[in-house]
Nanobody
Framework: QVQLIESGGGLVQAGGSLRLSCAAS????????MVWFRQAPGKEREFVAA????????YYADSVKGRATISRDNAKDTVYLQMNSLKPEDTAVYYC???????????????????WGKGTLVTVSS
């Protein structure tokens, strides 16, 4: 049974930082690109960041570029999202997803993902 379990969310003041983790089990982690999405109340789920299988390629939404860093540890089957200079508009549930595609433009889409986690809530207060 495949599981993706996110952690690290919480309440943080604007300007602060958080490190989100997504621990995977039940799949060959290194054969999947990993993607972070987020969904704010009343809004659609949106792409945040993605990382290739080896970690050699990373992709970011314009809204977080320069403030977020995605990384992975294939030995620990875990992907991370470091978020700095957090803003109230970063408030959302953050989800990780596994994508077996080799076609990177597909990473930005929420459809077609092979597995999803249940999310972790990030709340940024002003």
């Amino acid at each position: 049974q495949v599981q993706l379990i996110e952690s690290g969310g919480g309440l943080v003041q604007a300007g602060g930082s958080l490190r989100l983790s997504c621990a995977a089990s039940g799949l060959t982690f290194s054969t999947y690109a990993m993607v972070w999405f987020r969904q704010a109340p009343g809004k659609e789920r949106e792409f945040v960041a993605a990382i290739s299988r080896s970690g050699g390629s990373t992709y970011y939404a314009d809204s977080v570029k320069g403030r977020a860093t995605i990384s992975r540890d294939n030995a620990k089957d875990t992907v991370y999202l470091q978020m700095n200079s957090l803003k109230p508009e970063d408030t959302a549930v953050y989800y990780c997803a596994a994508d077996r595609s080799y076609y990177s433009p597909r990473y930005f889409r929420s459809d077609g993902k092979d597995y999803w986690g249940k999310g972790t809530l990030v709340t940024v207060s002003s």
